[in-house]
């Protein structure tokens, strides 16, 4: 429970606690001064008691697998966690109780598939107002899940695409690494394929080659990379790929005249964006907050955003950096944070630990980029109750009320109380 904060006033006492209820915060019956003082300690992530937990063996009815799920996505109701090694697909019901059995649903993956699940086969979910939709990453077939269908466990409610159909080519090995929407087109992310790849939500159907565009990797970007990108972000008129061990970070203008225009591709060089040498597997994943786009550091030591108000994409002045040993306020470590979904809700910007030993977030309406005080910190280890594992948490969620952190070598899920919608801008 968060600290008893007493009132100057009765009366002031009376409209915190009425506002606190209205943003549906817990434990609003306690004294407080004003609903900003109250919201800044229930969403505070430094304190153990604003997290929630639950095993993953609970919520799976299995054996706990490594490199278990991957990805969250929110459908306004139900939390989707993407299968990555798990021997199922999860949702949760935000209506129900996070510790409780009975609100979190499985479906097996090779009954979805129609065949024997493979290792890390889908990397990244994303909901589109209907229909969930998982990456193919070991799987050569793109899977969706209709959210206005039977049950999330009735197998004519989820749809396959072979990934050699999509992209009119053999299915390449660890070929997406996350997903993006536009409003009307969902695009793939590249990984190890050499194509760009979208899909048509106003086509004729999920498994008509006519709904999907491809776009050659090497016309787009001048080369072709293996392992280029992973993770897509849409700033409401451009999706941006992050570069993983692409040296160049990528945008696509969706206003442009076609898919497969070559003049509608940017680039932007890593080297220059980071103001720092190329790395080998260096962000992984982004996420927009309706001014700059922020990409999630892996081995890079830099956390990265650009300024989609700025002069253009491959401004030097349009980029800010922030280092990663002042953001935590200690040594940079390699692999340090997951981005196959990172959240903003409204106010924060939440990145997943991967192998950092402690889970960060990002103040927008703090100073500045570069102010270490608008960086805070939560051990891993306290949030869980227990020892931390390498590569715990893969990437996170948002429901509209709780941050959720996917458990990828973790056997808990965690989640704690974002800051409430109705107050980010107070």
């Given at each position: ?78 939390m ?30 090779s ?14 979910t ?23 269908g ?37 695009y ?7 194509t ?90 982004g ?128 989640r ?11």
């Open positions: 429970m968060p600290d008893t904060i007493h009132a100057g006033k009765s009366s002031q006492e009376t409209i915190a606690r009425r506002q606190a209820r209205k943003l549906g915060l817990h434990n609003a019956s306690v004294d407080i001064a004003d609903v900003r003082t109250y919201v800044d300690e229930v969403t505070k992530i430094s304190k153990e008691a604003n997290w929630e937990k639950v095993a993953v063996s609970t919520v799976q009815g299995g054996s706990i697998l490594n490199v278990v799920y991957d990805s969250a996505t929110f459908d306004g109701r139900y989707y966690f993407g299968g990555l090694n798990a021997i199922t697909y999860l949702r949760f019901d935000t209506q129900g109780q996070f510790a409780t059995v009975g609100d979190w649903a499985q479906m097996s993956r009954i979805v598939q129609g065949a024997v699940a493979a290792n890390l086969d889908h990397i990244g994303l909901f589109d107002g209907r229909y969930v939709y998982y990456s193919p990453y070991t799987s050569d077939t793109f899977i969706r899940f209709d959210t206005q039977t049950s999330f466990t009735t197998t004519a409610d989820w749809s396959q695409m072979s990934m050699s159909t999509a992209i009119g080519a053999a299915a390449v090995a660890n070929a997406y690494g996350g997903v993006g929407y536009d409003g009307r087109y969902i793939f992310t590249p990984h190890n394929s050499d760009f790849i979208r899909f048509d939500t106003q086509g004729t159907s999920f498994t008509t080659t006519a709904s999907w565009e491809q776009m050659s990797m090497s016309t787009a970007i001048g080369a072709m990379v293996n392992a280029a990108y992973w993770g897509s972000v849409f700033d409401g008129r451009y999706i941006y790929c992050s570069a993983y061990t692409s040296d160049t970070f990528v945008r696509f203008d969706t206003q442009g005249t076609s898919f497969t225009t070559t003049a509608d591709w940017e680039t932007m060089a890593m080297s220059t964006a980071q103001g720092a040498s190329v790395l080998d597997v260096a962000y992984w994943g996420v927009f907050d309706g001014r700059y786009v922020y990409f999630s550091p892996f081995v890079s030591d830099t956390f990265l955003r650009f300024d989609t108000k700025g002069t253009d994409f491959a401004t030097v002045a349009d980029w800010s950096q922030m280092s990663m040993s002042t953001a935590l306020g200690a040594a940079a470590v390699d692999n340090a944070f997951g981005g196959t979904t990172v959240t903003f809700d409204g106010r924060y910007i939440y990145y997943a630990p991967f192998t950092s030993a402690t889970a960060l977030r990002f103040d927008t309406q703090g100073t500045s980029f570069t102010t270490a005080g608008d960086w805070q910190q939560m051990a891993v280890e306290t949030a869980l109750g227990v020892a931390t594992v390498p590569s715990a948490f893969r990437a996170t969620g948002y429901d509209g009320k709780y941050i959720y952190y996917v458990p990828q070598n973790s056997d808990t899920f965690l704690v109380l974002a800051c409430p919608k109705a107050y980010n801008n107070k």
